[in-house]
């Protein structure tokens, strides 16, 4: 996997980022143990600080919880990763009707586009 | 706890120049801390006085509290710019050096990596190109568990592939209990792995912030800070 | 830790030496074979040749190397870029000065030792075996009613003499490579400058000591054999000047190894 940091946002904003998507994703499923901090930030070519600093604001967010002894765990409220993966879903599909009222399609149009290509997808 | 480098209007003259013109610098353990600055900014000059291969004209560096000496090298890891292993050793008896004389080498740590990087302990340094001599002294000063690592430019004239595994090893190997500095000026390289910054120009530190500061702040990278704040 | 640099001191400095040494015997041994066989042929003495020639350049080229490999390891392992390692080992600049003293003490008087015992090998049959115990005795015979009871002390204080005085310019070397290295510019010039230099010292404040005693004691020089107490003292005093410049240099050059380092 490769994980493309650009360079003018902080790092650990940027992690967050990518591990949310991770864990909606299914790459790592509720209730997996997450890779160390060391682990993680060796495989991200990042400061073990900053992964730290992301790991923690995954916390903060409820995405994962550390028990004592055993580490990091991804959390099993399936309830809650469906509520992330439903804004990070919002935030591409806000992106994408910008876009497109900026091509100057009109509601309607946009709608029928979709369904075409959905369409075409399942072919 | 003491910070483990700091400096109080540390001064450092030449007959020629003065390389450093009052420094003051607090690093904390648990940082990986870039030192960056052009050439003759006064980087080396102030990694060598860290390691007492200069004494203060004016002013003091103090290691883990302690002035330069045996103590502080006892904990202080090196990696100067240039290849400083004798030429008539083995790999093996550098290994065995570095094991006499610093009870914190892990000569295992040392072992494996030669083992990843395929090479032979038992070459003779002699017989070895610059680049595998380079690789050789970072496994070395990396297989130390001390508290400051001082590596001057350790990824200048080094093809990306190694490059990679350089910044790897300086990831895989960090301790909350120990400090990095790396004094470089392939800033884009290695912003990612960087906790803080601390510019160097004319021996004076123009800037010492944390790496996240800068580019939420300024939302700049600090290879583009660097390039406006050293622009010719 | 001062045991730890003595171990590599001489581990990089052995496998120079011990070779010639070995090669030295070898040839000692072979010439000395070579030396009972006398013949007209020409190519026959081809070898003989060679092995005597081998032989005598041998003795030079250990003798040469021995100040050369001082001065080098001095210089190459302190002074130029293997300089980074050993003073950031956490080891004191006295122990690198000392590690270094000793070990090159000891492969000079080792190679003055094997010299001596090679030509032995070389040269001695039972003939000359009698004949050099008859020069001894006869200097023996010589020398004891002049200085009677005193042969040994005196034996004795011209040898701490001459290690102190072998110690002493050895120091005086490196006292000068040491200054020679804080001439930015012109470091082979700086030391050889120094060398003359600290010679001169040297010399000079002999000469003063030597014309300090001359007065001190007038008409010493009257009778043939000076006086024992006089042989005492100009021993003893020669001595205790070279433990001094000894020191003296000791101090110079740990200063400028702690004080005045500037590795390039």
Known sequence: MTWELKSDRPIYLQLVEQLELDIVSGRYQPGDKFPSVRDLATEAAVNPNTMQKALAELEDLELLYTQRTSGRFVTEDVEKIRQVKEKLARQQLELFFDNMRKLGLSQEEIVSLLHTITKEKSE | MNPILECRELVKHFPASIALAGVNLSLNRGRIVGLLGPNGSGKSTLIKLANGLLTPTMGKILIDGNAPGIESKKIVSYLPERTYLNDWMRVSEMIAFFKDFYENFDDKKAYEMLTRLNINPKDKLKTMSKGTKEKVQLILVMSRQADLYLLDEPIGGVDPAARDYILNTIISNYSENATMVISTHLIADIEQVLDDVVFISQGQIVLSSSVDEIREKQGKSIDGLFREVFKC | ?264
């Open chain 3, 1 to 264: 830790m001062l045991s730890k640099l003595l171990k590599y001191e001489y581990k990089a400095t052995a496998r120079i030496f011990v070779p010639l040494y070995i090669a030295l015997l070898v040839f000692s041994i072979i010439n000395r074979f070579f030396l009972s066989y006398e013949t007209n042929n020409v190519f026959l003495s081809i070898p003989l040749v060679i092995g005597k020639l081998s032989y005598a350049m041998l003795i030079i080229a250990i003798v040469v190397l021995s100040l050369v490999i001082m001065i080098q390891r001095y210089y190459k392992n302190l002074l130029s870029e293997e300089g980074y390692l050993m003073f950031t080992l956490p080891v004191r600049s006295r122990d690198h000065i000392i590690s270094k003293l000793v070990v090159s003490f000891t492969w000079n008087i080792a190679t003055i030792v094997l010299v001596i015992g090679s030509l032995m090998i070389l040269l001695v049959t039972p003939e000359n075996l009698v004949m050099i115990k008859e020069a001894l005795t006869q200097a023996w015979n010589e020398i004891q009613p002049v200085f009677g009871s005193n042969v040994f002390l005196i034996g004795l204080e011209l040898a701490a003499l001459m290690i102190v005085g072998f110690i002493c310019s050895i120091l005086m070397i490196y006292t000068a490579i040491s200054i020679g290295q804080l001439v930015t510019k012109h470091k082979l010039l700086g030391s050889f400058g120094a060398y003359i230099g600290l010679n001169f010292i040297t010399q000079t404040v002999s000469s003063i000591m030597v014309a300090i005693a001359g007065f001190a004691s007038p008409g010493i020089f009257d009778s043939a054999t000076p006086p024992i107490w006089f042989i005492h003292a100009i021993l003893l005093g020669s001595a205790v000047m070279s433990v001094v410049f000894c020191v003296g240099y000791f101090i110079v050059t740990n200063y400028i190894l702690t004080r005045k380092l500037n590795l390039e």
